[in-house]
């Protein structure tokens, strides 16, 4: 079982940044992928990034390739979104996930946090 925490968002204008962090309690924190993802009001949850247990591979989605960074320490069992240039789009209820293997499809994650709330004012 691991159970997840975010934290980190709030209230950014355009062109700011954020960071997000995803505490996991549980042992072998490792052992999973992790990703996040996020979801607008009246939108389907999207996949934004995901990496993979021992952090040597990354994924993105199209549309914050060259803006977000996902990392993770896991020494620490936390997992991060470092969010640039962040646009009123990217407005969502951010959320970490955690699964077995690494994948960019929300049912291919066994564990989820509550989410973080994200705001980007234009």
């Known amino acids: 079982q691991v159970q997840l925490v975010e934290s980190g968002g709030g209230l950014v204008q355009a062109g700011g940044s954020l960071r997000l962090s995803c505490a996991a309690s549980?042992?072998?924190?490792?052992?999973?992928?992790m990703g996040w993802f996020r979801q607008a009001p009246g939108k389907e949850r999207e996949f934004v990034a995901a990496i993979s247990g021992l952090g040597r591979t990354t994924f993105y989605a199209d549309s914050v390739k060259g803006r977000f960074t996902i990392s993770r320490d896991n020494a620490k069992n936390t997992v991060y979104l470092q969010m640039n240039s962040l646009q009123p789009e990217d407005t969502a209820v951010y959320h970490c996930?955690?699964?077995?293997?690494?994948?960019?499809?929300?049912?291919?994650?066994?564990?989820w946090g509550q989410g973080t709330q994200v705001t980007v004012s234009s």
């Open positions: 549980g042992r072998s924190f490792s052992n999973y992928a």
């Open positions: 996930a955690a699964s077995r293997a690494l994948g960019t499809t929300t049912p291919g994650y066994d564990y």
